[in-house]
Every structure is written in structure tokens, then in C-alpha cells.
């Protein structure tokens, strides 16, 4: 089984920041991509951010220049570096990764189960 597990969100002023972590745990031979999403209330969920194993990233245009994402391989986790801050920006935000769990021939996808980002005027 592979287990996610995020932290980091809160509430928070326009302009201020958070740093979101995503940790994958379990029998895992490798991770490739590496994704945040995020969902407010009554909203579709949208993607944010990916990385992929190399290190590229691509960000949605809402939070391009804003938010950065990273990853640390060691440590399997994934991080989404959230400033300046927007009311528009409030939501549960998860992470998703696409790995290979040991025994596994293909590579699966997993979600987080969200962590609650909420930003006030």
C-alpha cells in the first residue's frame, strides 16, 4: 500500500504565504510525477502544479510567478510553496502521485487527503 500524507495548510492574510508538504510512505520502487490540485467549495477540482522525476514543472495560469513546487526524492515528498497569498486561492488542496508500488509492473496513481488552505481579506 502506498499511504500520502499532507500538511501545512492554514489561514492566512492576502499576501502571506504557506508551504504545503506531501509525503508518500509505503513499499515503493519509484515515483514519477508528482502534482498538486486543489478544490474549493462548489468548485470543480483544478489542477495547480506538477514536477516530474527529471524536475520539470508546469504551473496553472492563476498561480504562475506565485506558487513553486519541489520535490525531494530522499524523502519522498513533494512541496507546493504558496505567496502572495489570494482569497481566490482558498481551498482543500491534495497532492497526487504516480509511483510504482513494489510487486506492481505499473505505476499507479494516489491522492492525498487534502490539507484546508484559507486565505481572508
Known amino acids: 500500500q502506498v499511504q500520502l500524507v499532507e500538511s501545512g495548510g492554514g489561514l492566512v492574510q492576502t499576501g502571506g504565504s504557506l508551504r504545503l508538504s506531501c509525503t508518500a510512505s509505503?513499499?515503493?520502487?519509484?515515483?514519477?510525477?508528482m502534482a498538486w490540485y486543489r478544490q474549493a467549495p462548489g468548485k470543480q477540482r483544478e489542477g495547480v502544479a506538477t514536477?516530474?522525476?527529471?524536475?520539470?514543472?508546469t504551473y496553472a495560469d492563476p498561480v504562475k510567478g506565485r506558487f513553486t513546487i519541489s520535490r525531494d526524492n530522499a524523502k519522498n515528498t513533494v512541496y507546493l510553496q504558496l505567496n502572495a497569498l489570494k482569497p481566490e486561492d482558498t481551498a482543500v488542496y491534495y497532492c497526487?502521485?504516480?509511483?510504482?508500488?513494489?510487486?506492481?509492473?505499473?505505476?499507479?496513481?494516489?491522492w492525498g487527503q487534502g490539507t484546508q488552505v484559507t486565505v481572508s481579506s
Open positions: 509505503g513499499s515503493i520502487v519509484s515515483i514519477n510525477t
Open positions: 497526487l502521485v504516480t509511483a510504482r508500488p513494489t510487486g506492481v509492473l505499473f505505476s499507479r496513481t494516489f
Open positions: 514536477v516530474t522525476s527529471g524536475g520539470t514543472t
